[in-house]
């Protein structure tokens, strides 16, 4: 078909992954404003490789792909990265195509191939560390397990110096016409590998963290991810990207998320981001919950130092919007960074006590500046002098870091 050609990466390394435009939310969950690539990568030799496959709704154009380098339809080995199904949710069909490809993963790959394509003959199980031949070429494995499947795992082809890295550098967005770091936008691609990163990843930055020393060993010409652009021209820049986000390492900047269902809250956590603003807080960015991607409020929290929550009580419980932006930063298992809370109420307070439990539950990842504001209905009086403490405390605090 006329625009699904490979694309040459080095003479025998070729890009036949596809763009997906259509799905709107990653996961069930996270927006996709700007799609989404799904890579897979053909080596050709003495043997012919295959490394991941592609989402079964988009399998045409990659099979479309791969049938033109390969017209004798000749496939050696599938080797599997990942197992998520975004990543080898072409796996039943390569086989029925290839029957006799061998497919190389770790033994957690096997009982997952077992259990979702019932796959259990012609498996190669390596094991981490491992050197192998393929062909003429040599790969060497290395287990990342929980970044962020259990079974996920990096190859390194040693003879071209490439990293087919799975989700490790993978990012939200398509990649619009070049594939490659050169070609790219890298402003749009470092803000939506970063998105990504926070979200599918983030739960996990101990094991990324583990999986990047791995990585930083290699002698790295080019890395090949299952998301995102090809990085040909400085794999050493994607690479401190990701070790810093692993690291937790933040900025000297201040989130305010908010819940607000009259304006009276409202009216509170914009007279914070003023005072902040005001203190020398060169970073502030105000979120309103009810209408907010929680995607993007969570990467911008991991990006900086300092957050304050200021939420309304609902039905004498937290206001629902401000409980899904806590559950998520407890699931993230963010830390190193400030938190202030103001809550307000009407008849009924709980709302700084919900947020209240989970600095509590937190404990040593989240550092509570004082003071704690509880405020009926509106500020009043001493309240705005409480109020401007916060955030004189919380200036303070993030331009210490």
């Known amino acids: 078909m006329p ?27 996270w927006p996709l404003p700007y799609g989404i690539a799904y890579n897979s990568y053909l080596l050709t030799g003495e043997a012919n490789i295959l490394v991941d496959t592609v989402k079964g709704q988009f399998m045409d154009s990659f099979l479309d792909r791969v049938a033109q380098l390969l017209p004798d339809r ?30 190389v993963g770790n033994a957690k790959t096997a009982e997952m191939a077992r259990s979702f394509f019932n796959i259990d003959d012609n498996l190669i199980t390596v094991k981490d560390g491992e050197t192998i031949e393929l062909g003429n070429r040599r790969f060497t494995f ?39 770091d050169d070609e790219a936008d890298l402003a749009l691609v470092t803000g939506e590998m970063m998105r990504y990163f926070v979200n599918i990843v983030g739960r996990f930055a101990d094991p990324a963290k583990s999986a990047l020393a791995r990585v930083k060993s290699l002698d790295i010409k080019t890395i ?12 050493a820049h994607v690479i401190g990207l990701y070790e ?27 007279r914070m981001a003023r005072a902040l603003s005001e203190r020398g807080v060169s970073r502030v960015s105000v979120y309103d919950m009810s209408r907010s991607d929680l995607s993007v409020v ?52 709980a709302s700084l006590r919900e947020m209240s439990d989970f600095v509590e539950r937190g404990k040593g990842n989240w550092m509570l500046v004082e003071p704690k504001i509880s405020i009926k209905t509106s500020p009043k009086g001493d309240e705005f002098e409480t109020l401007e403490l916060l955030a004189s405390n919380m200036a303070a605090a993030v331009k210490r870091q």
């Open 74 to 103: 000749r496939l050696d080995y599938l080797v599997v990265n990942h197992m998520e199904p975004d990543h080898a949710g072409s796996l039943g069909v390569i086989r029925r195509l290839y029957p006799e490809v061998k497919i």
């Open 244 to 270: 810093k986000w692993s690291l937790q390492e933040t900025e000297d900047g201040v989130v305010v998320a908010y819940g607000s269902m009259y304006g009276n809250t409202r009216a509170i956590a914009e």
């Open 298 to 349: 969570a990467t911008d929290i991991w990006r900086n130092s300092g957050l304050i929550v200021v939420s309304c009580t609902y039905n004498m419980e937290l206001y629902p919007p401000i409980a899904r932006l806590i559950h998520h930063l407890e699931s993230k298992k963010m830390r190193g960074r400030y938190i202030g809370l103001c809550g307000t109420y009407s008849w009924a307070e």
């Open 224 to 235: 090949c991810p299952s998301h995102g652009p090809v990085w040909r021209r400085d794999p």
């Open 142 to 180: 290395a287990l990342t397990p929980m970044v962020h499947w259990p079974e996920s795992m990096v190859a390194y082809d040693t003879d071209s110096r490439t990293l087919f890295s799975s989700d490790i550098f993978g990012g939200f967005a398509a990649t619009e016409g070049g594939i490659f």
């Open 3 to 29: 625009g699904n050609d490979a694309i040459k990466i080095s003479d025998s390394i070729f890009w036949v992954g596809v763009q997906d435009r259509e799905t709107d939310l990653f996961e069930g969950l």
